[in-house]
């Protein structure tokens, strides 16, 4: 069962007028320099009957539509080679579809500069290499690259945006620390400051926890959240453990062998059905007043 | 008091990562000290010293002779081979042929070290040199041609090596590229054209008969300062300074480089362009030193290893201690290959092979990360 009807376009049960395609035509002006202020209404992510292939591969992803809305957390889930990050590299011009297109606030994201779309849009990956010896300050001044000339030193906004990324991740004390002498956790919170020091609307984490442990794990998508409430930015997390991504986002895109399964908020989407033909795993699935749970019991053949 | 502290070591001479006077910390510093107290003490040797001796007094004394210094027409004569006007012996062969070559040593040690650390960060690769994506095999075989088949065009070697050289890194990255390329690919096929052109290189010998011609190519290829004055200055200064300039400025692009290309091109960098205009750099650097010394080996590759072991792989430091090491290790090397068998003169190549090789092997048992960008 495919509930195609819950798909971007979309009805208006999600309930979030600011994403209604309307407003993002609007919007297409003023997204070029949209600057270090985040506008609620900017940052929506849209793809158009993309279809996506790696070279020497068939299409990952056969055109699809799919939206994630701005001001909100999307959590794309789905089993391995389900395509999530796949879409997520084309969302981020990482990946050029072979058909369709990708729009950020209406306009392609490859009709921009390279510099101007990392000023709006920022990339966290899994994993990330950097020279040992790098401080963690430095490594997060890199961040400021899109909003900084060849030549032009770094300026108060630079100082202000790289304070700011260590005051939401909370590592002030790892700031003089190596990179190299740093534990994974640790590592991938420097590199989430890098990234918010970008000041992208529109924020791309690819399994950020995926090799974290439980307290880091919670630490990255706690400043996630505070990041989404408190400057909207508009965040779409690519999430291998659907247990989490329940929790933390607001909306969940489901997706099967590169096609969408399903579009919603978590506790229309999750259900024990999903769990069993998605993920092939039986479940138990429960909202207790907001609180989701999801127990799985065992891999179904 | 604490938090006094805090405002101090962020505000004061600590280092911030893109302020241009801020880059200067005490261990880089120190390096840049140091190496110039070894370029100064073994520039002084090689004035001092050579088939006419003079004292260290004497030497000084004509480095510093007023009748040169204190007349910018004769250094403007010197540097750009004009007239000179009647000047003692002992200021004339300083002047017009021991400090040339020590100056040309600088050029050639600051060009190739800042070569090798760029050549290092565009290959993501520890082990490279200036020569990586086939600067010495081009330039290497255009002179051996040259000398063997075209021996009436040798007056024209230094620019005919540096347009070999850069044909065949042109042709590297013209095999390397499928839709775009990547370290791996750019020095595999770095590692095709050297062996293809090596190949052709050793074949011409065969056709060589003078031993002159043969001892002038191997001369060339191991690297030589042997005979280099304010010619060689002429050609190789412009490129130099500029490229050594550039590389300075170009020194963040290089440690956003640093975190791979994903985290570049999210970033905002267009990783490719960058990528092939600080080859480019890198290659006309190398270009300068083999234009005026040869293929001068070891240098490009251990300096920056050097430099990155006491200052850290910030390129910022890195580039700025590079242009200091390079020459420090380049000069000293050519007093060795100068006076160590005079009258003979070794190719530098040579010293710089016996004392670069010595010292890596001494790094590497020494540090464990050694090879760590």
Redesign the interface.
Known sequence: MRLRDRLPGRTSESAESDTEPSNAGATTESGADAGADTDPDLGELTTEDVVLSY?NSGPIVDGESIAIPAGEVTALVGPNGSGKSTILKAL?N?LTPDDGQVLLDGRQVADR???????EL??L?QE???????TV???V??????H?G??E??DEA?HAAVERAFDLVGIHDLRDREV?SLSGGQKQLAWLALVLA?EPNVLLLDEPTTYLDLHHQLRVMDVIRTLNAEDGVTVAVVHHDITQAVRFADYLIALEDGAVYDWGPPEDVVTEQLLAEVFGVDAAVEFDQGEPSVVPRRALD | MGSDTRTATRSGPG??????IGWMDARLFALCAVSTVIVVLGGLVQVSFGAYSMSVVEAWHAVFDPAVLSNPDVILALLLGGELPELENATLIVWNIRLPRVLVAILVGATLAVSGAIFQAVTRNELASPYILGVSSGAGLAVILTLVVFGSLAYMLPVIAALGGLTAFLAVYAIAWK?GTSPVRLVLAGVIVATVLNSLQTGLFFFADDLGVVKAAISWTTGSLTGTDWEQVRIAIVPALLSLAVAV??S??L??L???E??A??????VELVRFLLATVGVIAAAAAVAVAGLVGFVGLIVPHVV?NTV???YTRLIVGCVFVGPALMVAADVGARLALSPVQLPVGIVTGLVGGPYFLYLMRKKH?LG??
């Open positions: 070279p981020a990482q500069t390279s510099k101007e779309l990392a000023q920022g990339l990956s990330n290499t950097a020279p040992g010896t790098l300050e430095d490594l001044y890199h961040g400021r690259y899109p900084r060849f030549l030193s770094v630079d190299g970008q | 280092f911030e990562p893109t302020d241009w839709g400025l170009a963040r692009q440690n956003v640093l975190l791979g994903r985290t091109a999210s970033l905002g960098m267009n990155r850290g792989s910030n990360e760590d960008l």
